[in-house]
């Protein structure tokens, strides 16, 4: 029972105005995504609680106009890397499913997307050990995670030595759509 998350977050989602004003009227669903740097595996990815993290990402990277997305989540079954018990099963999955992978040239880099470079972007290896986390729990009869959470220190120090960065965040990934409660226009 301690992997259900009891709360309902609000996630935000950084996509073009086209997509996320169908998305709100109920004529179409966000797509997860399939790309192999992830940082969370597959799945509808949310910033939490930070309408102006997703607005930055959707002004990066969308050439249409960029849009934000709001939504209530329910986590439900959620593989929560800001608790230490999900941090050891992420370790032991990358030790016992794809250690291997690391020698054929799986790894993070570095990566741009949009007109974001650095950072580790290109997020492989991450997105290759919590792929092999969900199907390892799907071809053995575990209960498979609804929703991936982790935090990310991202972008420039706010200042020299500083813990803090420009761009952290807690994301949310949806693997469950079912977990999305419903979609809102955001007041800005």
Same mark, same amino acid.
């Given at each position: 029972?301690?992997?259900?998350?009891?709360?309902?977050?609000?996630?935000?989602?950084?996509?073009?105005?086209?997509? $996320?004003? /169908?998305?709100?009227? *109920? @004529?179409?669903?966000? =797509?997860?995504?399939?790309?192999?740097?992830?940082? !969370?595996?597959?799945?509808?990815?949310?910033?939490?609680?930070?309408?102006?993290?997703?607005?930055?990402?959707?002004?990066?990277?969308?050439?249409?106009?960029?849009?934000?997305?709001?939504?209530?989540?329910?986590?439900?079954?959620?593989?929560?890397?800001?608790?230490?018990?999900?941090?050891?099963?992420?370790?032991?999955?990358?030790?016992?499913?794809?250690?291997?992978?690391?020698?054929? $040239?799986? /790894?993070?880099?570095? *990566? @741009?997307?949009?007109? =974001?470079?650095?950072?580790?972007?290109?997020?492989? !290896?991450?997105?290759?050990?919590?792929?092999?986390?969900?199907?390892?729990?799907?071809?053995?009869?575990?209960?498979?995670?609804?929703?991936?959470?982790?935090?990310?220190?991202?972008?420039?120090?706010?200042?020299?030595?500083?813990?803090?960065?420009?761009?952290?965040?807690?994301?949310?990934?949806?693997?469950?759509?079912?977990?999305?409660?419903?979609?809102?226009?955001?007041?800005?």
């Amino acid at each position: 029972m301690r992997d259900f998350q009891p709360n309902i977050i609000l996630g935000f989602h950084g996509c073009t105005k086209e997509i $996320g004003e /169908k998305v709100i009227a *109920g @004529k179409e669903e966000l =797509i997860p995504s399939h790309n192999p740097y992830d940082w !969370l595996g597959e799945g509808i990815y949310f910033w939490e609680n930070d309408y102006d993290r997703a607005w930055e990402f959707a002004k990066e990277t969308e050439k249409n106009e960029p849009f934000v997305v709001g939504a209530v989540i329910y986590l439900g079954h959620c593989l929560d890397l800001t608790q230490q018990k999900n941090i050891r099963i992420v370790k032991a999955a990358y030790t016992n499913l794809i250690a291997e992978s690391v020698k054929k $040239g799986v /790894k993070n880099t570095p *990566g @741009k997307y949009g007109g =974001i470079t650095g950072d580790l972007l290109n997020r492989k !290896l991450d997105c290759a050990v919590i792929n092999a986390i969900h199907e390892f729990n799907a071809g053995h009869g575990i209960q498979e995670y609804d929703s991936v959470k982790a935090a990310f220190w991202e972008g420039e120090e706010l200042y020299k030595t500083a813990g803090f960065r420009e761009k952290n965040h807690i994301q949310i990934c949806v693997r469950n759509p079912q977990c999305i409660i419903g979609y809102f226009l955001p007041k800005i």
